[in-house]
C-alpha cells in the first residue's frame, strides 16, 4: 500500500465517535462527574444539538445516564462491564499488578501504573495504596505527557524532536517557563542512561515521584511504573535507592512482557 494512503487512513477521523469519547472522558472526571447538557457542550465546544443527539445514543447504550430529577448526566452502569471485562483481557495487568503490590509493600508508598495515551495525555490504570499515606488520585485520571516523573520517563525514551514537540505545547498541571522547559529536554538524556525519573514537587508541591518506564515487545515505551510520597519522606540518596529499586522492577515487567531495556 502506497505510504501516503497508510498515513491518510491512520488520520482519519469520525467526528461522532471522537465526541463520544470525549464526553465519557470529560464525566470520568470528578469536576464534571454529574453534569448538565449545557456543562457538557461547552466544556467540548459541542453545539447542544449535536451534544443531546450523542447523549441520547450514549443513554441507550447504558453507558451513560440521565438523572430526570437533576437533568445531569453521570456514567452508566454498562461501564463498569466494559472495564472489567478489559481488566480481564489487558494481560499486562495481570502481570504488573503483583509488581506494584511488591513496590508498596518494601517502600510503604502509593504506587501507579501509567499509560500513555493518544499523542499528549497519560492515566493511571491501576494503583496500590499504602497502608500508613496514600495519595488521593483515583484511577482513570488523566495527565499531561510531561507530568511527573513517569511523564519524564515516556519523553525520555521518543525521539528528541518528537519530546520536545511534546514538551513545547506546554499544557501540564502547571505551565511552564521557557527555562524550566530547556531544562526538561536536558534532563532526559540523563533520565534515558539512568532507568529512572524522579520528580521534586515540580508539579504538586510537596510531593516527589519517582519512576522508570516499561518496554513493550516492540521495545518502545507505553507504560511507566511511579511511586509517589512527601518530599519528607524521600531525600537525596533515599530518592536514588528508590530509584534504582523501581528501575530493576521495571527491567522485570519488561523481561515478562518479551521486551527488552535498550542499551545506552
Known amino acids: 500500500m502506497d505510504e501516503h494512503v497508510k498515513k491518510?487512513?491512520?488520520?482519519?477521523?469520525?467526528?461522532?465517535?471522537d465526541s463520544a469519547f470525549k464526553i465519557l472522558t470529560l464525566l470520568s472526571r470528578k469536576k464534571f462527574s454529574k453534569s448538565n447538557l449545557t456543562e457538557i457542550a461547552n466544556a467540548l465546544s459541542l453545539t447542544?444539538?449535536?451534544?443531546?443527539?450523542?447523549l441520547q445514543k450514549l443513554e441507550e447504550l447504558s453507558v451513560v445516564r440521565y438523572d430526570q430529577s437533576s437533568k445531569r448526566y453521570?456514567?452508566?452502569?454498562?461501564?463498569?462491564?466494559?472495564?472489567?471485562?478489559?481488566?480481564?483481557?489487558?494481560?499486562?495487568?495481570?502481570?504488573?499488578?503483583?509488581?506494584l503490590e511488591r513496590l508498596t509493600e518494601e517502600t510503604g508508598l502509593t504506587s501507579f501504573l501509567v499509560n500513555?495515551?493518544?499523542?499528549?495525555?497519560?492515566?493511571?490504570?491501576?494503583?496500590?495504596?499504602?497502608?500508613?499515606?496514600?495519595?488521593?488520585?483515583?484511577?482513570?485520571?488523566?495527565f499531561s505527557i510531561v507530568d511527573g516523573a513517569y511523564g519524564?520517563?515516556?519523553?525520555?525514551?521518543?525521539?528528541?524532536?518528537?519530546?520536545?514537540?511534546?514538551?513545547?505545547?506546554?499544557?501540564?498541571?502547571?505551565?511552564l517557563t521557557e527555562k524550566e522547559m530547556k531544562e526538561l529536554l536536558a534532563e532526559l538524556e540523563m533520565i534515558k542512561i539512568k532507568g529512572f525519573a524522579?520528580?521534586?514537587?515540580?508539579?504538586?508541591?510537596?510531593?516527589?515521584?519517582?519512576?522508570?518506564?516499561?518496554?513493550?515487545n516492540t521495545n518502545t515505551v507505553?507504560?511507566?511504573?511511579?511511586?509517589?510520597?512527601?518530599?519528607?519522606?524521600?531525600?537525596?540518596?533515599?530518592?536514588?535507592?528508590?530509584?534504582?529499586?523501581?528501575?530493576?522492577?521495571?527491567?522485570?515487567?519488561?523481561?515478562?512482557l518479551g521486551g527488552e531495556r535498550p542499551l545506552v
Open 116 to 142: 500513555r495515551i493518544g499523542e499528549k495525555k497519560s492515566t493511571i490504570i491501576a494503583k496500590v495504596e499504602a497502608e500508613q499515606f496514600g495519595i488521593n488520585v483515583s484511577v482513570g485520571r488523566h
Open 222 to 256: 507505553e507504560m511507566s511504573i511511579s511511586l509517589v510520597g512527601l518530599t519528607s519522606q524521600l531525600q537525596g540518596a533515599e530518592a536514588e535507592r528508590i530509584g534504582e529499586l523501581i528501575k530493576g522492577i521495571a527491567n522485570e515487567i519488561t523481561n515478562k
Open 198 to 216: 524522579i520528580s521534586h514537587g515540580e508539579y504538586i508541591d510537596g510531593l516527589i515521584g519517582i519512576a522508570a518506564p516499561i518496554f513493550n
Open 74 to 99: 453521570s456514567l452508566g452502569p454498562y461501564l463498569v462491564v466494559l472495564g472489567e471485562r478489559a481488566k480481564e483481557n489487558i494481560l499486562d495487568l495481570s502481570v504488573i499488578m503483583p509488581y
Open 48 to 54: 447542544p444539538t449535536t451534544c443531546y443527539r450523542i
Open 152 to 175: 519524564k520517563c515516556l519523553l525520555a525514551n521518543l525521539r528528541r524532536e518528537e519530546a520536545k514537540r511534546l514538551i513545547d505545547y506546554n499544557d501540564g498541571l502547571r505551565p
Open 8 to 17: 491518510a487512513k491512520r488520520k482519519y477521523n469520525v467526528p461522532a465517535v
